[in-house]
Nanobody, 124 residues
Framework: VQLQASGGGLVQAGGSLRLACAAS????????MGWFRQTPGKEREFVAT????????YYADSVKGRFVISRDTAKSTLYLQMNSLKAEDTAVYYC??????????????????WGQGTLVTVSS
């Protein structure tokens, strides 16, 4: 599967942004999907994950209650709605797909495919 992330940009603290990740290739619904983020000098960290049929979601504590992950099977697209953004949310955001995960996956090593990343900058 090929993944193309989009929707990043510059936003003020307290604002909102929605990221999208378009998937092409093998059936979208066969993958557990996730979002990760990375800042310079730091490891890529888990943000959120969603099960194949969108029954279950799981979030990092740092974004719980502010971010919402969702997926649209008809459009083969993964989303991340980010609300109440903070300066510390500034990062390059990556979408990822896992063919071998169980219900969902929070470990970077559990993912097989990655998008190219989209930059989110939150100004304080």
């Amino acid at each position: 599967v090929q993944l193309q992330a989009s929707g990043g940009g510059l936003v003020q603290a307290g604002g909102s942004l929605r990221l999208a990740c378009a998937a092409s290739g093998r059936a979208f619904s066969s993958y557990v999907m996730g979002w990760f983020r990375q800042t310079p000098g730091k490891e890529r960290e888990f943000v959120a994950t969603i099960s194949r049929r969108a029954v279950g979601t799981y979030y990092a504590d740092s974004v719980k209650g502010r971010f919402v992950i969702s997926r649209d099977t008809a459009k083969s697209t993964l989303y991340l709605q980010m609300n109440s953004l903070k300066a510390e949310d500034t990062a390059v955001y990556y979408c990822a797909a896992s063919a071998r995960a169980g219900a969902y996956e929070s470990e970077r090593s559990g993912y097989d495919y990655w998008g190219q990343g989209t930059l989110v900058t939150v100004s304080s």
